[in-house]
């Protein structure tokens, strides 16, 4: 018996494999989340908000490591700026933020391992699950930053670096009411290695609207169907976001909106 229960007691001894740093910020962050999600709002909560953020902040440092972006503030705090479920914008992009005054250029760094985590949990949004998909789709740009929607006009053609493995720019409108209108947005994400970067401009560019789209939108607005007008709406929105970008590349705003994605995926710090 004793030469069978000493190496069933030293399997049991055994420690069991470590987290990894990417699971022990995402469970931190989770315990925070259940904390404050049931807590009472007053000014001692709000005060342990703030130092659970900075808390989580410093282990995105860790996990990122350093930052330099040109325009953009040295230190990066937590693109997660809330951790009461209920709150508007709750569930941003995981990862280091940065942002000029006024948020017209933000910057989000993260890793692979918690995009693929950010991606699943927004699976019920519509997020596309594969990382590349999930690039082209408005519904990453629309959740990862800010807390109001966006709407892709057109994918942006830019080089990557020799750095970079995938590179994405894309043309749109953020907003919280009316999407449609000339887009001056331009958002663009890079990985290199395991290391994601995403940098919006919000005042990047200035476009115009495209005679032969505008008509596209009065057609679908004229429908009789659907009768439920935000359903005609979403549909004449989809059709005239189609159109322009098929029309865009033969505009003459779009080699300046091309330039200008190109130099923000130059912009960040990809080596």
Known sequence: ????????????????HAATPEQHYLDLRDRYIAKFSKAKENDET?????AALNELTGVLRGLVGPVTIKELPAEGKSNVDTLFKGDSGFGHLDGLGFASEGDKLQAVVTTTGLLKHWLVEHRE?????????AFKSDRFYYYAIQDSAFAKY???????????SAAVAVLGVRGNGDLKGPPHEIDVVAIQG??????????AVKTAEIPACEKVWKQ???KKSPQDAMAKEDQ???????CFAKEAPSQGWYAAAV???QSQLEQLPLR
């Open 1 to 16: 018996m004793r030469s069978f229960a000493l190496p069933c007691l030293l399997v049991l001894a055994a420690p069991a």
């Open 46 to 50: 709000y005060k342990q908000h703030d």
């Open 125 to 133: 949004d519509g997020m596309p699950q594969e990382i590349g998909a």
């Open 154 to 164: 057109a994918e942006l053609p830019i080089t990557k670096t020799a750095a970079a």
């Open 194 to 203: 395991d290391k994601v970067l995403f940098l919006a401009s919000s005042a």
């Open 220 to 222: 679908m607005m004229a």
């Open 236 to 242: 004449a929105m989809d059709a005239y976001t189609k």
């Open 259 to 261: 330039k200008k994605a």
